[in-house]
């Protein structure tokens, strides 16, 4: 596996191949986003990066890859783009990560992506531009949740995700209107207040079911 580092070019020494897949794995950690950029002999961070095997598909190797680096779970992955640069083709993989360990120096702070080399930086704001455009019409965030959740729970996801604050209000008022969640009969105490009724996602019986969240409306 290469690197994605401050040069933009792969740190593997002669790994960068004709066609490479970079990766921007992102996570929450408590109430902000964290991105893995794990450091060199030298202490300086950079973005995994790597080469697709003889007859391996582009997802089956971003997914190695990721699980390689990471050395944990991958709550979810996709393509974001394919460019061609004066190197080969560069094919960006955006994934989440349910949450690095506290101890886990591999992950920064998304806004210390500010640190890397010009490509590398050009990358992470590629991949939370996409995600942010898949959340729009997909429930990726439910991938970062346990099966049971509070609706608390999922806009802290989101907003996360999202790096701004939602309007509560209209925040439930559009998972009703895409039908994204469903009630349990489970409820769970969070301090002195009332406790908190528990979803799930909710199975998607028609397909014109819209499966995201419009957010353009919903910021505070």
């Known amino acids: ?10 740190t593997g020494g002669g790994l960068r191949t004709s066609l490479v897949v970079d990766l921007v794995l992102l996570a929450p950690a408590g109430d902000r986003l964290a991105l893995f950029a794990p450091a060199d002999a030298s202490g300086r961070r950079a973005l995994p990066s790597g080469a697709p095997r003889a007859g391996e598909a582009l997802d ?3 997914m190695r890859l990721a699980r390689a680096a990471t050395g944990g779970t991958v709550a979810w992955l996709e393509q974001a783009r394919t460019r061609t640069t004066s190197d080969g083709v560069s094919v960006l993989f955006v994934g989440l ?10 992950w920064i702070p998304r806004a210390r992506a500010a640190t890397l080399g010009a490509a590398a930086r050009h990358l992470v704001d590629e991949a939370t531009d996409a995600i942010g455009n898949w959340l729009d019409r997909s429930p990726i965030a439910f991938r970062l949740l346990p099966p049971a959740f509070t609706l608390s729970d999922l806009q802290d996801v989101y907003e996360i995700l999202l790096g701004r604050t939602l309007h509560k209000a209209s925040f439930r008022r559009a998972l009703q209107s895409a039908r ?4 349990t009969k489970e409820w769970r105490s969070e301090g002195r207040g009332r406790p908190a009724q528990l979803f799930r996602l909710a199975p998607r019986a028609r397909k014109s079911w819209r499966r995201g969240v419009r957010f353009d409306w919903l910021s505070e």
């Open 1 to 10: 596996m290469a690197l994605r580092g401050r040069g933009g070019g792969g």
């Open 60 to 62: 089956a190797a971003a």
């Open 180 to 183: 994204l969640v469903s009630p």
């Open 97 to 106: 990560i349910p949450g690095p360990a506290a101890d886990d120096e591999r």
